[in-house]
């Protein structure tokens, strides 16, 4: 039986007076690759944000690996959970390998050890990005730095790692590169939650697809393969075409004058 890395239940939160997620029930599961989609807006960042405890919640509960998330210490959840936020910019022009060692700031304070310069080294090497470690963060490409920022969450060694948009900012290269690498990291023993655009990529990688609509988290019922179209269109208000391909689940948008379904944005 599969453990369950993250459990949120019976979840709702809003911005003032704006509701934004309700009643949200969902288990990610542990060792496994699970990507959330959804519209713009739909609030898959807020949800994120509450899992990594940057927002607090006040309905509802979140477990992580059993555990309470508002109840763990700083130290105690960032030995569990590393997360990458979808804004990231720095203004210093510090060096890469610097960058990803702040990832250890959890467990070594001001004084980083010879262990934590070893646990960098890896994770660059991890990424294919180890040519980069002298480089100044500010002077690398888009998708450079979004290398250099899943480094530095790999650093923390955490059990889940939450990452919002990975793969934006990234060639398509790059993006079958660290859909691949996230992949087999679910094999050594930790959980990948995602949040993705791109449904294709999802169907390729992912172990799981949870998306959000109307405030809430939802998973296709039974038969998703032949269903999905149906079900996408109640997600993403676009109507699609399925095929599959090398048994793989992949969707077209249907490219007619009027695909997109009326509704309030
Ligand atoms: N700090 C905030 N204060 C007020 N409203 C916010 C705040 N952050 C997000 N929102 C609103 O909450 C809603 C959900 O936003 P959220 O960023 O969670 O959506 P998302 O699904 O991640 O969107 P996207 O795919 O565009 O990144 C949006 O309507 C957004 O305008």
Redesign the pocket.
């Known amino acids: 039986m599969t453990e369950t890395a993250i459990e949120v239940e019976n979840l709702s939160f809003g ?2 007076k ?1 509701p ?1 997620l309700e009643q949200v029930q969902v288990a990610f599961p542990a060792n496994r690759f699970s990507v959330l989609l ?12 509450i899992m990594a405890g940057l927002q607090k919640y006040r309905h509802g509960s979140v477990k992580l690996m059993g555990k309470e998330r508002c109840k763990l210490s700083f130290s105690d959840c960032a030995r569990v959970l590393g997360f990458l936020p ?1 804004f990231h910019k720095s203004v210093f022009p510090f060096h890469v390998k610097d960058v990803v060692l702040t990832g250890r700031a959890a467990f070594s304070a001001f004084s980083p050890r010879k262990s934590d310069m070893e646990k960098v080294g890896q994770s660059l090497e991890e990424l294919g990005i180890s040519h980069l470690a002298d480089r100044p963060y500010t002077e690398l490409s888009g998708g450079e730095q979004q290398l250099v920022m899943i480094a530095r969450v790999l650093v923390q060694d955490p059990k889940i790692i939450l990452l ?2 990975p793969t934006n900012h990234l060639d398509v290269y790059y993006q079958t590169y660290v859909l691949e690498k996230l992949k087999k990291l679910t094999e050594n023993d930790l959980t990948v939650i995602a ?1 993705m ?1 791109d449904p294709n990529m999802a169907f390729l990688y992912a172990d799981h697809c949870y998306f ?1 609509k109307d405030r809430t988290v939802v998973t296709p019922t039974t038969g998703f393969d032949f269903h999905a179209s149906d079900f996408l269109e109640y997600v993403y208000d676009v109507r699609f075409t399925t095929v599959l391909v090398n048994n793989k689940l992949m969707v077209v948008p249907d490219r007619k004058t009027d695909n997109r379904i009326q509704v309030k944005p």
């Open positions: 911005y003032g704006t934004i959804g519209r713009n807006g739909s609030g898959k960042s807020t949800l994120f944000n979808q919002d948009e949040i655009h959000m």
